[in-house]
């Protein structure tokens, strides 16, 4: 059993709501990717918020592509 299949999805998902959108209007993480992809994610701190909210979002997606593959059918062979 992998790290990924460890943590409950209800966890993940009330991380995903919480930590993941907070401040609330607008998500914070919208703000920093906004700035990410007009290049003005300049400050250290921008980073690591960056990184702070965006974990969740990156444990959701890292499990629901293992949940996503582990349900995959066999190939030939």
């Known amino acids: 059993m992998s790290l990924l299949d460890k943590v409950p999805w209800s966890i993940v998902v009330i991380l995903c709501l919480t930590l993941g ?6 998500p914070h993480i919208w703000e920093k990717l906004q700035m990410l992809f007009r290049g003005q994610l300049v400050k250290p701190i921008d980073w690591f918020d960056l990184l702070f909210h965006g974990v969740p979002w990156l444990l959701l997606i890292a499990k629901a592509i293992a949940a996503a593959v582990g349900r995959a059918p066999a ?3």
């Open 75 to 77: 190939g030939p062979g």
């Open 21 to 26: 959108l907070a401040p609330f209007s607008p």
